[in-house]
Nanobody
Framework: QVQLAESGGGLVQAGGSLRLSCEAS????????MGWFRQAPGKEREFVSS????????YYADSVKGRFTISRDNAKNTLYLQMNSLKPEDTAVYYC??????????????WGQGTQVTVSS
């Protein structure tokens, strides 16, 4: 079984920064692409950012480009999201997503439980 545990969320004033972490644990054979999604109250879950296994390719939603930076440490099976210049509209539950192989014959997508980010104006 694989678990994704997010941390780093909290309450911050507009213009502030937070750094989210997501640690993958369990029976992991190899990890591929990883990413962050978010869901605000009353809205659908939306893509925020993703990163390739090597870290050489990163993708961002237009709404966070230039403010958020995604990175990963494969030795620690950990994904990060540095969020700067936060805005009230960034308030949401942030979810970690990972494409993980747990055996030669098994590769699946996993989700974390989410971490709340609240940005006050």
């Amino acid at each position: 079984q694989v678990q994704l545990a997010e941390s780093g969320g909290g309450l911050v004033q507009a213009g502030g920064s937070l750094r989210l972490s997501c640690e993958a644990s369990g029976r992991i054979f190899s990890t591929y692409g990883m990413g962050w999604f978010r869901q605000a109250p009353g809205k659908e879950r939306e893509f925020v950012s993703s990163i390739s296994w090597s870290g050489g390719s990163t993708y961002y939603a237009d709404s966070v480009k230039g403010r958020f930076t995604i990175s990963r440490d494969n030795a620690k099976n950990t994904l990060y999201l540095q969020m700067n210049s936060l805005k009230p509209e960034d308030t949401a539950v942030y979810y970690c997503n990972a494409d993980i192989r747990t055996a030669v014959w098994r590769r699946s997508e996993y989700w974390g439980q989410g971490t709340q980010v609240t940005v006050s104006s």
